[in-house]
């Protein structure tokens, strides 16, 4: 899986991983952590989740957009408050991550979508909190790797009009993303 790629400037946060800090996070921000194990959790940084030992990772981007099971109150106010899009237009690609009440992680995406509609999408998943991840259809994107038998890897998009191309995160980018892998 491949996900966000907020520019940390925009984020109005930071990021942590592996005992390092990229930015420093901030309080109250909506915060994805994902603990040694890999097991994810989503919540207000200093409310529902901090630093300590079991934090491997976390990142932050904006407000909550679904705190409690309910969207947030300031969802269909200025676009800017849920990130700069190219051209000011409020309805563009947005991806966005949740996690439901039994601890699973959700992810959404598509094109058209204003902050609104992407937590509704995510509340009617489940989702109990959830956070708005890139937008534009240049940066909203989600793939998934497999191996092949010679040794070669294919690459599948989750929806077939995201732009990026795969191979994009098999060289440096400015940009950062978040991967999951599975354990066999």
Do not use: C
Request: without cysteine.
């Amino acid at each position: 899986m491949r996900g966000s790629s907020t520019r940390l400037r925009d984020a109005r946060g930071g990021y942590y991983a592996d005992g390092r800090t990229a930015r420093l996070l901030v309080a109250g921000v909506a915060t994805l952590v994902i603990d040694p194990n890999g097991v994810p959790n989503i919540g207000v940084w200093g409310r529902d989740v901090a630093m300590n030992p079991t934090i491997a990772f976390a990142r932050q981007n904006l407000e909550l957009i679904v705190d409690g099971g309910q969207p947030a109150a300031d969802l269909n106010t200025n676009s800017r408050v849920w990130g700069t899009s190219l051209g000011d237009a409020v309805y563009v690609w947005r991806s966005g991550v949740g996690i439901t009440a039994d601890g699973a992680m959700l992810y959404a995406a598509g094109d058209g979508l204003s902050a609104a509609p992407l937590a509704d999408v995510l509340m009617r998943a489940g989702a109990v909190r959830a956070m708005e991840l890139d937008i534009n259809s240049a940066w909203v994107d989600f793939f998934s790797y497999a191996h092949q038998p010679v040794g070669s890897i294919t690459a599948s998009k989750l929806l077939p009009d995201m732009h990026p191309f795969f191979t994009n995160y098999f060289t440096a980018s400015s940009r950062d993303f978040i991967a999951l892998f599975s354990r066999a």
